[in-house]
């Protein structure tokens, strides 16, 4: 399913949105009223969170490196850099490099692709949203700079 | 069985739209609330509700897309529910009025359009690499591979802003406002939310269309809208 993916080229006139191209604009903007009273979103406020983080890791370095040292040896060719640039809208090859943006992508298809299992509400979490994403965002990064 | 509750889409600017279609949750119909000069557009849900299927997060979507073809709306974040049509006309139509007034001053007859540009293959890294031919070296050891890409990811970020830019300054002309989001995506070179006036629109088009053109071989370009202003309400209000 087509979720954060830049495939559709633009066709002369603007597109009806579809659920991607709306998604984090109504899980993160908007009017909010007595926040408390949101209902509970567990599953898909991690997802945001996760889905931001354009990771500034030693793992992207090694992927930019890598990419960069392809892109010398075919300079004229035209085999680039699948994995860097492709891989995370492509959703087919899951490559050791491609790091956490797929991570993160493969855990939106998760919760919007899936039925019944994208409910990991546990029924007592009704804490307002930025205080649960900051915490996993700290650690997150921590994870990353190791 | 537990007392309903009122799932909150959006507010409109009079009571004159009648909403229609299905809700989130149990499908419950759309309904209006009306109050003084302003309506909330609300479905029923139980409440003990919790959700956060794609199911409805689809119906949010389509219940204020419906809405924003014809009408000015300010719509809410996903998510808002409130006890009662009681709560809703006196927390959020009355206990706002004011706060909703200077919205739909700022926001009548505009609606949010979305531009977002792509890297068209390895366009990112070719232009970076021309920019800095030093990018061009050969690391040796682990630590110079890792020492190249921090080298790579801060020219890529740089070549992003100039890019930023580049885009931002033609697209922004026919705009009353603008929101840029952070890349959502490596390969995203803008994510641009702009707040245009309806009549404003084609020229809008028109530039996006050149742009698509001219830089076709370095962007793809996803042209969306309209959508209800959701970043143009960013706001959080206590009752």
């Known amino acids: 399913m087509a979720v954060a993916t830049s495939q559709n080229r633009y066709a002369g006139g603007p597109s009806p949105s579809g659920l991607a191209d709306v998604l984090d604009l109504i899980l993160d903007k908007g009017l909010v009223i007595d926040i408390y009273l949101r209902v509970s979103l567990v599953g898909i406020e991690l997802l945001t969170v996760d889905a931001r983080i354009v990771v500034a890791s030693v793992d992207t370095y090694l992927r930019f490196a890598d990419a960069v040292g392809r892109l010398n040896i075919d300079d004229d060719g035209k085999e680039g850099l699948p994995e860097l640039l492709e891989g995370m809208t492509s959703g087919a090859a899951k490559s050791k490099t491609s790091g956490a943006l797929d991570a993160a992508k493969e855990k939106i298809e998760g919760v919007l692709g899936g039925g019944d299992d994208d409910d990991d509400d546990d029924g007592k979490d009704d804490r307002p949203r930025r205080e649960r994403a900051r915490p996993r965002r700290a650690k997150r990064r921590e994870e990353d700079d190791r | 069985m537990s007392e309903p509750a009122v799932y909150v889409y959006g507010v409109v600017n009079g009571s004159s739209p009648a909403a229609k279609g299905a809700g989130v949750a149990t499908a419950a119909p759309v309904r209006m609330v009306a109050g003084d000069g302003f309506a909330a557009v609300v479905s029923d849900v139980p409440a003990d509700w919790r959700t956060g299927g794609r199911d409805d ?114 697209l922004s002309e026919p705009a009353d406002d603008v929101r840029v989001e952070p890349p959502a995506a490596e390969r995203q070179a803008l994510n641009l939310q702009l707040l245009v006036a309806r009549p404003r629109r084609a020229q809008l088009d028109a530039t996006v269309t050149r742009l698509a053109t001219e830089y076709g071989d370095r962007f793809a370009f996803r042209y969306v809208g309209p959508l209800p202003p959701y970043s143009f309400t960013e706001l959080e209000w206590d009752s």
């Open chain 2, 57 to 170: 997060l689809q119906a949010h979507d389509r219940v204020l897309a419906a809405l924003v073809a014809q009408h000015a709306v300010v719509p809410m974040r996903f998510g808002v529910v409130m006890e009662s049509d009681d709560a809703v006309r006196e927390r959020l139509l009355a206990g706002h009025a004011g706060e909703l007034g200077a919205l739909f001053e700022r926001l009548d007859d505009r609606v949010q359009m979305s531009v977002k540009a792509y890297y068209v293959g390895e366009a990112l890294l070719r232009e970076v690499v021309r920019r800095y031919p030093q990018l061009k070296r050969d690391p040796e050891s682990q630590p110079e591979r890792i020492a190249l890409g921090r080298d790579v990811a801060a020219a890529v970020e740089e070549q992003r802003a100039l890019d930023q830019d580049l885009l931002l300054t033609p």
